[in-house]
């Protein structure tokens, strides 16, 4: 049988060692997502430059509250593997992708560089311009990273500059990793 004062200094115990790991934790705290800082590439790592799922790390993927990356083959001239993150909870029905393309698109306009990548905003026909939105980033010459924010579901509050500043936090991300692994 536990004494009272047996239990008291386990629950003390158990306090103080929750307060180091919390103090530990918060002095190791990930870097701000427009400023990640990535160890050198391993072999593996070129992959990055071709497989647009593996433009999100981890630390990334939280951030954004989106699901692991799963690809998605284009229907279009473009070419390039699309990848796709849902949003946590998939019930919002917001969606990222994104697509390493080595074709010039039309229906461009100059927007502000993400991440000091030349950018532009496409007018993708296709897309709802208040629920999407799409950039291109000069990441190469005659290669572009192409980020689509777009948003289904309720839809209540959305506009494009909301779906556009979605976009661009997410081209940051990428263009980081993109240019970390290059």
Same mark, same amino acid.
């Given at each position: ?21 919390? !103090? ?5 705290? &990930?870097? #701000?997502?427009? *400023?990640?800082?990535?160890? %050198?590439?391993? $072999? /593996? ?49 917001? !969606? ?5 393309? &080595?074709? #010039?698109?039309? *229906?461009?306009?100059?927007? %502000?560089?993400? $991440? /000091? ?66």
């Amino acid at each position: 049988m536990i004494t009272v004062g047996q239990w008291l200094r386990v629950v003390a115990g158990m306090a103080c060692g929750v307060g180091v790991v919390l !103090v530990a934790a918060c002095g190791t705290a &990930n870097p #701000p997502s427009g *400023s990640a800082t990535i160890s %050198a590439p391993t $072999s /593996g790592a070129a992959d990055a430059t071709t497989d647009s799922c593996k433009l999100l790390t981890p630390w990334q993927l939280r951030q954004l509250a989106v699901t692991k990356g799963a690809p998605q083959q284009s229907n279009d001239n473009l070419g390039g593997t699309f990848c796709t993150w849902s949003n946590i909870p998939a019930s919002d029905g917001s !969606v990222y992708s994104a697509r390493l393309i &080595n074709s #010039p698109v039309s *229906s461009t306009k100059p927007a %502000a560089a993400i $991440s /000091g990548f030349n950018t532009t905003e496409v007018a993708a026909s296709q897309l709802n311009p208040d629920t999407s939105c799409v950039y291109l980033l000069n990441v190469e010459q005659n290669r572009q990273l192409w980020v689509q924010y777009t948003k289904g579901g309720n839809v209540q509050g959305m506009n494009h500059q909301v779906a556009c500043r979605k976009a661009q936090a997410a081209a940051a991300d990428m263009a980081v990793t993109y240019r970390s692994l290059r």
